[in-house]
């Protein structure tokens, strides 16, 4: 499909809110001892690396792989860990860190999943949540920005593996033929 991409968030909006997003997230986990940030890949690798810099509290960084369900759309999807995370997280304060929650059935499966491990709590901050199109509940902690159902890209999040790299939230428009 040709496409131009739009600028939705510019590159200094999503960089300050990060900003803020670590001030809060510092805040909330000042007490803390076993804090570790897990990124879920592949999307996550750009906003994670930001978040990362933004928390002023010695952290570790983990990160694993789910599987995309594609474009089915079935609503009993399966979601299964493809790469798991190289630590043990029992005792620790995990940190789920996501590029966007669409349907949430990525973030829930992953939450029941790591769950069952016993860490001591689980937190979610998300870049982006897109509550229109939200078929299981999820307890968001922290995100960046609510959008529209529009499909975006960029800071991390891909169109058929492409433009991950853009510094900013961009929409793909498709082009009139
Ligand atoms: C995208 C996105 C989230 C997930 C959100 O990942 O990065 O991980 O989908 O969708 P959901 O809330 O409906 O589950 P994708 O499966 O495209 O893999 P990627 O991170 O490698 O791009
Ligand atoms: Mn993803
Ligand atoms: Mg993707």
Redesign the pocket.
Known sequence: MKHTIEVMISEQDVQARIKELGKQITEHYKDSTDLVMVG?????FVFMADLARAIEIPHEVDFMTAS?YGNTMQSNRDVRILKDLDDDIKGKDVLLV??????????SKVCEILSLREPKSISICTLLDKPD?REVNVKVDWYGFIIPDEFVVGVG??YAQKYRHLPFIGKVIPDAE
Not at 101 to 107: A, R
């Open positions: 879920l890949l592949r999307g996550s995309s996501e590029d966007i929650i669409d349907t949430g059935n990525t973030l199109r999040i891909d």
